[in-house]
């Protein structure tokens, strides 16, 4: 285990004494970071998701409005 020597000034943050890096000893600190990472994901997830149901749409309106132009040239024509 390596060891760690407090950062003056810094209650969360030590240095670790083989590689000279600073850790972040605040375990809430870093769950909540990651929660809030996780949450972020999901409404980047959700709001990709909701986009390419509104374009499925788009899609399948062209195309109804496509048959439907077709149905009223076909009865205008038979008239």
């Not at 240095?15 to 409404?43: C, G, P």
């Not at 390419?52 to 496509?66: C, F, G, Q, V, Y």
């Amino acid at each position: 285990m390596t060891d760690l020597i407090e950062v003056q000034g810094y209650a969360d943050l030590a240095r670790d004494s083989n590689s000279n890096a600073i850790v972040n000893t605040n375990f809430a600190a870093y769950e909540a970071a990651i929660r809030r990472s996780k949450i972020t994901k999901k409404k980047n997830d959700d709001l990709r998701d909701a986009i390419r149901d509104i374009n499925i749409l788009k899609n399948e309106m062209k195309e109804i409005r496509s048959l439907l132009l077709k149905m009223v040239e076909n009865t205008n024509g038979k008239s």
